[in-house]
T-cell receptor, first 115, second 116 residues
Framework: RKEVEQDPGPFNVPEGATVAFNCTYS??????FFWYRQDCRKEPKLLMS???SGNEDGRFTAQLNRASQYISLLIRDSKLSDSATYLC????????????????FGKGTKLSVIP | EPEVTQTPSHQVTQMGQEVILRCVPI?????FYWYRQILGQKVEFLVS????????KSEIFDDQFSVERPDGSNFTLKIRSTKLEDSAMYFC??????????????FGEGSWLTVV
């Protein structure tokens, strides 16, 4: 079965801390990778795409290691508003093998930033 | 910013009843999806829809489920005979192109279904 695994969490960190999330995926044919953020009982919202070269968006840095099938997200100088569940999402061939792709979500890691 | 809208936001139904969840995807998007999330669990793919037909469906999407695009704007998910285990948040999503291209998909706020 094609799965995406994440740190179970929860992570409770003080404001200003740096926190790292890890994710592994099992399907080596996966094509694209994302981090989504989900607030309690809300829809997932795209935080950033993840590229092999690594990418940064302000306080957020994402890395992809295709050889290890490993994805990471680093949040620097964490804010109270960063409190949410962070979902690792992988786009790969669908279960049917019919040539289409679908997103597979990890269960998410809950982050609580404490004043 | 354009958004995917879903109705109802919350529905309570009795086991065995039929439910229709409605979605209005972003207007220029061509690909539509339904996902579900049981409380405390991960988001799971149900079905994708393109060019008026299902392009992919998961093992969850069995014969009790169906999707339809009845007009130019709505995209619906029907659950024919609801079971207790169908209780979940159902998310509609859409994208301009297929996800094979790494294209971003946009989620609606979800419809919370409670089966009693």
């Amino acid at each position: 079965r094609k799965e995406v695994e994440q740190d179970p969490g929860p992570f409770n960190v003080p404001e200003g801390a740096t926190v790292a999330f890890n994710c592994t995926y099992s399907n080596s044919a996966s094509q694209s990778f994302f981090w989504y953020r989900q607030d309690c009982r809300k829809e997932p919202k795209l935080l950033m795409s993840v590229y092999s070269s690594g990418n940064e968006d302000g306080r957020f840095t994402a890395q992809l290691n295709r050889a290890s099938q490993y994805i990471s997200l680093l949040i620097r100088d964490s804010k109270l508003s960063d409190s949410a569940t962070y979902l690792c999402v992988v786009n790969g061939p669908a279960y049917s093998g019919a040539g289409s792709y679908q997103l597979t979500f990890g269960k998410g890691t809950k982050l609580s930033v404490i004043p | 910013e354009p958004e995917v809208t879903q109705t109802p936001s919350h529905q309570v139904t009795q086991m065995g009843q039929e439910v229709i969840l409605r979605c209005v995807p972003i207007s220029n998007h061509l690909y539509f999806y339904w996902y579900r999330q049981i409380l405390g669990q991960k988001v799971e793919f149900l079905v994708s829809f393109y060019n008026n037909e299902i392009s992919e469906k998961s093992e969850i999407f069995d014969d009790q489920f169906s999707v339809e695009r009845p007009d130019g704007s709505n995209f619906t998910l029907k659950i024919r005979s609801t079971k207790l285990e169908d209780s979940a948040m159902y998310f509609c999503a859409s994208s301009e192109q297929g996800t094979y291209s790494g294209n971003t998909i946009y989620f609606g706020e979800g419809s919370w279904l409670t089966v009693v």
